[in-house]
Nanobody
Framework: QVRLVESGGGLVQAGGSLTLSCTTS????????MDWYRQSPGQQRELVAR???????NYDDSVKGRFTIARGNARNSINLQMTNLRPEDTAVYYC???????????????WGQGTPVTVSS
């Protein structure tokens, strides 16, 4: 079973930077894509950035030019480099992945527990 673990969240002042990391464990897997979502209190979870197996990336308009998603050094790990952070970026950030090698009885979706990011003004 895939397990995703996020790290790197914390408190930062507006204009500051943070880098989130997501690592996988539980076996050797192949993913169609991995991405970062975020959820603020009272809001729906929203997609922030995605990287697919070919390395193509896409971003929500609100973070373009400020956030960068990239593969990490470890197999099936990703990072989210966040710069010029704004108070509205405050949220719990979740790592998500979709397996390309799941058997039909397996749920291909995996979620991490989330890491909180707070940006103070």
């Amino acid at each position: 079973q895939v397990r995703l673990v996020e790290s790197g969240g914390g408190l930062v002042q507006a204009g500051g930077s943070l880098t989130l990391s997501c690592t996988t464990s539980g076996g050797v897997f192949s993913f169609s894509f991995m991405d970062w979502y975020r959820q603020s209190p009272g809001q729906q979870r929203e997609l922030v950035a995605r990287i697919n197996s070919g390395g193509a990336t896409n971003y929500d308009d609100s973070v373009k030019g400020r956030f960068t998603i990239a593969r990490g050094n470890a197999r099936n790990s990703i990072n989210l480099q966040m710069t010029n952070l704004r108070p509205e970026d405050t949220a719990v950030y979740y790592c998500h992945a979709v397996r390309s090698d799941a058997y039909y009885w397996e749920d291909p979706d995996a979620w991490g527990q989330g890491t909180p990011v707070t940006v103070s003004s």
